[in-house]
């Protein structure tokens, strides 16, 4: 079993959709979170951090469940701009040194 | 905002040649990571630094070395490439701390002939 887990996709959507990709982890030790954005042949860009609580930064809203040890990004109103790679990311670590990538979900967005 | 700069966004070498691929972060970053990302295969770590002159091996070491002289750059060394080392590879930075997360270059697309 991978150490983190993501649908590869592709996800179709129109624009206007919601939007939901979910991320499974298999350490409980975990002790953070992100999404990173990648557009096709770029860098991986931090999209946002995930908090215990769930956080939002405008259309995104990302949400973590510790006890089923799973992530999630919610995006609203989709955008053709929004169409990329997402990739969920766990830290276990103490000093941020154990970083894993998941391997991404594929998101088109059409008109 | 932080800024990681790769040397290189594309690079043509030919097998058995030495190769550097520097990176440099301007946010006196504790930690710095090379990777390589091919198609399927995603993320793979190859090695990291925590502090100036100290080295780790991540994943898939074999084939590299890395330098780390001051703490702003990282540089990754393909002491005789081949043919599988074509990919991309990219250079992270982070603060030190469970809840930092990494920065990244832009990244460099190595060929090898």
């Known amino acids: 079993r991978k150490e983190v887990e993501q649908d590869p996709g592709p996800f179709n959507v129109p624009e206007g959709a919601t939007v939901a990709f979910n991320c499974t982890y298999s350490?409980?030790?975990?002790?953070?979170f992100f999404w990173y954005r990648q557009d096709c042949r770029k860098e991986p860009k931090l999209l946002m951090s995930v908090y215990s609580s769930g956080n939002e930064d405008g259309r995104f809203t990302a949400q973590l469940n510790r006890a089923s040890q799973y992530i999630s990004l919610l995006i609203r109103d989709s955008k053709l701009s929004d169409s990329a790679t997402y990739l969920c990311v766990v830290n276990s670590g103490t000093g941020g040194f154990k970083t894993i990538f998941g391997a991404g979900t594929r998101l088109f967005v059409k008109a | 905002d932080v800024k990681v700069t790769q040397s290189s966004r594309y690079l043509v070498k030919r097998t058995g040649e030495k190769v550097f691929l520097e990176c440099v972060q301007d946010?006196?970053?504790?930690?710095m990571f090379w990777y390589r990302q091919d198609p399927g295969l995603g993320l793979r770590l190859i090695y990291f630094s925590y502090d100036v002159k100290m080295k780790e091996k991540g994943d898939i070491p074999e084939g590299y070395s890395v330098s780390r002289e001051k703490k702003e750059r990282f540089s990754l060394i393909l002491e005789s490439a081949s043919t599988n080392q074509t990919s991309m590879y990219l250079c992270?930075?982070?603060?030190?701390?469970?809840?930092?997360?990494?920065?990244f270059g832009d990244g460099t697309r190595l060929s090898i002939l």
């Open positions: 992270a930075s982070s603060r030190t701390g469970g809840y930092q997360p990494q920065h």
């Open positions: 350490n409980s030790a975990s002790q953070s």
């Open positions: 946010m006196d970053h504790e930690n």
